[in-house]
């Protein structure tokens, strides 16, 4: 079917505003990750959902930023009073299970800019 | 503190030559690692993955080669063309979990 898909595709914002950033996974695919993509920069990893265990959150980057899955389906990423540093490409993925080994299947990306 | 370097400069070569692109890795022993394809715009898309008993794995014009010692990976594309133009990323698994951390990515341009 279909492969991941984020929404919006672009999100421009005032400092200080909340934005909610979304994630349709692949379906049947029970692992869902959240990376953030500064420009000229690799991938950091945010967040991973793995069916109903509790999240790793350990890459959220402050207390502003939050993501909450719906059993096996969407992702939500919020960040709370947006600031200029926020700016950046944020990318969902998706795998079957949850391996080491299992491929990661990438979203388009939602590129936020916080002016 | 533990790194993840690939060659920021871009790689420039000709059609029909191979390009080789470095990973070099330090204060990690990744159990595998893979290699990504970015287009402007668009998100990773996964090409190989190597474990660490394997010396080298193969996919048509590719080839990946994992050097646990010298803790480094190159990724070879033979018979490069434009259309392979596009920032080539690797990948560790690192942490426990599933979490990929990610080189920043070489960008290469094949040309005429």
């Known amino acids: 079917g279909a492969g991941v898909s984020q929404s919006p595709s672009n999100k421009v914002t005032e400092k200080g505003k909340d934005v909610e950033l979304r994630c349709d996974p692949i379906?049947?695919?029970?692992?869902l990750y959240w990376y953030r993509q500064r420009l000229g920069q690799g991938l950091e990893f945010l967040i991973y959902?793995?069916?109903?265990?509790?999240?790793?959150k350990s890459g959220l980057p402050s207390d502003r930023f939050s993501a909450e899955r719906t059993g096996e389906s969407v992702s939500t990423l919020t960040i709370q009073r947006t600031q200029q540093e926020d700016s950046a490409v944020y990318l969902c993925?998706?795998?079957?299970?949850?391996?080491?080994?299992?491929?990661?299947?990438f979203g388009p990306g939602t590129r936020l800019l916080v002016l | 503190s533990q790194k993840i370097e690939q060659n920021s400069e871009a790689l420039n070569i000709q059609e029909g030559k191979t390009a080789t692109l470095t990973c070099n890795y330090t204060?990690?022993?990744?159990?595998?690692l893979q290699w990504y394809r970015q287009d402007p715009g668009r998100g990773p898309v996964f090409l190989l993955l190597?474990?660490?008993?394997?010396k080298e794995k193969r996919k048509e014009r590719l080839k990946v080669t994992f050097d646990t010692t010298l803790k480094q990976s190159l990724f070879h594309i033979t018979a490069s063309q434009p259309a392979d133009s596009a920032t080539y990323l690797c990948?560790?698994?690192?942490?426990?979990?599933?979490?990929?951390?990610f080189g920043t990515g070489t960008q290469l341009k094949v040309e005429l």
């Open positions: 190597i474990r660490e008993n394997e």
């Open positions: 379906s049947g695919h029970t692992a």
């Open positions: 204060n990690y022993s990744p159990a595998y």
């Open positions: 993925a998706s795998s079957l299970v949850f391996a080491e080994q299992e491929t990661q299947y």
């Open positions: 959902f793995q069916g109903n265990s509790a999240p790793d």
């Open positions: 990948a560790l698994l690192t942490g426990g979990g599933n979490k990929l951390t």
